[in-house]
């Protein structure tokens, strides 16, 4: 008997149409993700690089006034490194070309903490001489030879200052352009760093000068507890003066984190939908081979009664599939390495500093894109198959491929049959021996639904969310204070508020919000009653949403200064916030903090107030919050584009595959059809429209899933995000979203119709046997 291999090939040659669709979607999920994991595999090592040859510091802390070396040696005796890290926020003059604000964080040359990794050029050495970070240049196109001129206001002879660039550099603390801790997203076009000569240390404005101490621990060897309880007695023995602002651990700093943590999440989501798609090309794989087996029952009942085992026969049919996902691995790598690669590079070196890019072969990646498709396609096929073969020889050789179960109802439905309509017969029993195809083209519209929501969501999302950050601000201008200021403006509201924290059991870390102390019948607050028990409190509707946690739930707030907590009952939810914060009454605040009842360290006012600037912790404006939702869109917009037109793509080509399949399984019935009169139109009717009315009952049905499905996956995608983005769908982008698929769908099917009409029915019919 001749070779069943010989049949391999010979098959991949006939539907050679069906195949390259296949072998073309399967290729592009492969060198996507090849092409993201060996990019993000490179930089995370480059990453840690950085972190080691920059000795990032492990913490800092941030003082209201210049702290005494009683202080640094008190820290110190901490058994850490420590060292003076003074900036000042300095604001980049206007000009006809950029009238956007920028600012550059700095500050002179860091010498045992922090240190940078140039980019290009050399350091500023010389009066006059400036290094900045390399995506802030490229972001505002500056080159090393041009100058930067910076607002007179920040340099104590009140005169504007021009530096010239020298040269680009990366600091490890900076690798994500974060201004403030809080900031939602990073901000690397109007935000950078600067470095200056120590010669230069003394030409700032004492007012704008930000204090900050960074530190790194001696013993490199301590475990998370011991490093939590380093921090807690460092900040201890800074705070003796109580002039501490805030501490930030290496751990919570965005700057330093945010970057390894971003990876944390993308990587699995790529695996996951690799494993995804793969899975559904698997499960079309499959149904071409039962297709194929129904089609050649007899050969297989010949081949069984002559002694070929059912093992042999599975893995002659499911070779197909497994060549092509080989190959498709193998030109996916090629790709993944090559083009796909540089393209998520450029995704993270247009967001993130780093030092320059050196890729490294990933042994990881090519695992996950090599052998899991194949496993995956290897074992699903074989279960499935397996259990298709499960018939006797005569069962083939009789074409009797109908399980027991349903072989009881074969009686009653052939007598049914000749009762009813013949059309609808005929395609009630076209939609039964197609169900599993059915079934895929559910799922397949499931998937890609929430693919398209997720994707024409995303700008809607970001607006929505610097539209209410700008509008629910507490007041027109909130000071936060180093020391507590009195001033004479009667339209100013004092209040209390302290930097803290609460756990997210989901994301196993701690959210930092703001705990506020606000004065009863505060005209800031008037349709806010505030809890008298000094046990209870109100939190922010975000803060809520975050947490999960409502009216009559607990939580604990940790204040990051004092290492003190304390357990609260959610009395109300306050809905004009942003931000995640809770409010109790300022003098309940003050007794926890341990100060007196007056005491205060902010104002909310109406007006712009008249504070020494050295007195000022932070001034919270309209001017002053980030266009947050230019930055998420400038991110983000160019991966989601591609994201869309990926998964529409992949859309129709599962849905040509299955519909394919379809037809091409009931390519005798059609013939017999063209035979007796039907015309091409209502064939479409017997085998398109079944097709149709799922796709629409689909589209409809599972709405309500989808929107559920997405708005969890946002919730989840966003919790390392410091504050809480919240999803926004209107109708207008499911209607788009169901008119995409339909669009592509007819696309399709019309391709289909064509088919049909074209196929060669007698060389069908005189090729049956």
């Known amino acids: ?41 490179s930089i995370k090592t480059i990453y840690y690089e950085l972190m080691s040859k920059g000795i990032v510091e492990d913490g800092k802390l941030l003082f209201a006034f210049n702290p005494t070396d009683e202080i640094i040696k008190s820290i110190e005796d901490e058994n850490v490194k420590v060292e003076k890290a003074t900036y000042v926020d300095a604001k980049i003059k ?95 076009t109007d935000f950078g760093t600067g470095l200056i000569s120590e010669e230069e240390k003394d030409i700032f404005n004492e007012s704008k000068l930000k204090y900050q101490v960074s530190y790194r621990f001696n013993d490199r060897n301590l475990s998370e507890k011991e490093i939590d309880e380093k921090n807690k007695d460092i900040v201890k023995s800074a705070n003796k003066s109580k002039t501490v602002l805030e501490q930030i651990t290496k751990k919570d700093n965005n700057a330093i984190s945010y970057l390894i943590d971003d990876m944390g999440g993308d990587r699995p989501m790529m695996i996951v939908m690799l494993c995804l798609m793969v899975i559904l090309l698997s499960f079309i794989f499959a149904l071409s081979i039962v297709s194929k087996i129904q089609e050649e029952s007899e050969i297989i009942g010949i081949l069984l009664a002559n002694g070929y085992k059912k093992s042999e026969l599975v893995l002659n049919y499911i070779a197909n599939s497994v060549i092509i996902t080989f190959l498709a691995a193998v030109l996916g790598n090629i790709l993944g390495y090559t083009y796909f690669t540089d393209s998520f590079k450029d995704v993270y070196y247009k967001s993130f500093n780093l030092p320059n890019f050196t890729p490294n072969f990933n042994f990881e990646a090519l695992i996950i894109t090599t052998i899991i498709p194949i496993s995956i396609i290897l074992i699903f096929n074989y279960l499935y198959i397996y259990r298709k073969l499960n018939f006797t020889p005569l069962d083939f050789l009789r074409k009797n491929l109908k399980h027991y179960k349903n072989k009881r109802k074969l009686k009653s439905e052939s007598e049914l049959k000749i009762k009813k309509n013949f059309l609808g017969s005929f395609r009630k029993s076209i939609i039964k021996s197609n ?30 969310y610097g539209n209410n ?44 919000i703001l705990l506020l102390g606000i004065s009863e019948n505060s005209k800031y607050f008037q349709n806010t009653k505030l809890p008298e028990n000094k046990n209870e409190i109100i939190v922010s509707e975000y803060l809520s949403k975050k947490l999960r946690k409502y009216v009559g739930d607990e939580i604990t707030i940790k204040s990051k200064l004092l290492d003190k907590e304390k357990t ?202």
Request: charged content about 25%; some cysteine; proline content about 2%.
């Open 1 to 41: 008997m001749r070779n069943l291999n010989k049949r391999i090939f010979r098959s991949l040659k006939t539907q050679w149409s069906k195949n390259l669709l296949l072998f073309i979607l399967m290729c592009s999920m492969i060198s996507i993700t090849s092409g993201m994991l060996v990019a993000s595999g």
């Open 94 to 188: 206007e000009n006809k070309y950029n009238k956007d604000e920028k600012t550059i964080r700095l500050y002179t040359n860091r010498k045992n903490i922090n240190l940078p990794v140039i980019n290009e050029g050399v350091l500023a050495t010389k009066k006059g001489e400036i290094t900045i970070n390399k995506l802030f240049a490229e972001k505002n196109n500056l080159k090393i030879g041009d100058t930067i001129t910076f607002q007179k206001e920040f340099f104590k002879d009140n005169k504007e200052h021009t530096f010239k660039i020298v040269g680009f550099a990366t600091l490890p603390d900076y690798n994500s352009s974060f201004q403030k801790h809080s900031d939602l997203i990073f901000n690397a």
């Open 435 to 464: 169900r599993g195809d059915y079934v895929a083209i559910i799922l397949g519209i499931f998937i890609t639904s929430i693919l398209f929501i997720f994707g024409f969501s995303a700008k809607p999302t970001f607006d929505n």
């Open 469 to 512: 950050l700008k509008e629910n601000l507490f007041c027109k201008y909130q000071y936060v204070l180093k020391a507590p200021i009195e001033i004479e403006d009667k339209t100013a509201e004092k209040y209390t508020t302290i930097s803290a924290s609460v756990y997210h059991p989901i994301r196993k870390a701690d959210d930092d």
């Open 568 to 769: 609260y009952k959610i009395v109300g939810i306050y809905k004009k916030s942003s931000t995640l914060s809770a409010f109790v009454k300022k003098e309940f605040l003050n007794e926890e903090i341990e100060q007196k009842k007056e005491f205060f360290n902010g104002y909310f006012s109406k007006e712009k107030l008249d504070i020494d600037e050295k007195y000022i912790a932070t001034t919270i404006d309209e001017n002053s919050m980030t266009d947050v939702s230019k930055q998420l869109s400038e991110i983000m917009e160019p991966l989601i584009n591609t994201f869309i037109f990926l998964s529409a793509v992949f859309l129709a080509g599962f849905m040509y595959s299955l519909m394919k399949i379809i037809t091409d399984k009931n390519t005798i019935q059609i013939a017999y059809l063209k035979i007796f009169g039907y015309t091409n139109r209502e064939i479409s009717k017997i085998y398109i429209r079944p097709i149709t009315i799922t796709v629409l009952i689909s589209l409809l049905g599972l709405i309500p899933l989808e929107l559920y499905a997405v708005k969890e996956i946002m919730y989840y995608s966003m919790l390392k995000f410091s504050g809480y983005l919240e999803l926004y769908i209107s109708p207008k982008i499911v209607i788009l979203s169901i008119l995409i698929t339909i669009t592509t769908y007819i696309f399709v099917s019309t391709l289909q119709f064509y088919r049909i009409s074209k196929m060669n029915f007698s060389e069908v019919l005189k090729n049956r046997e």
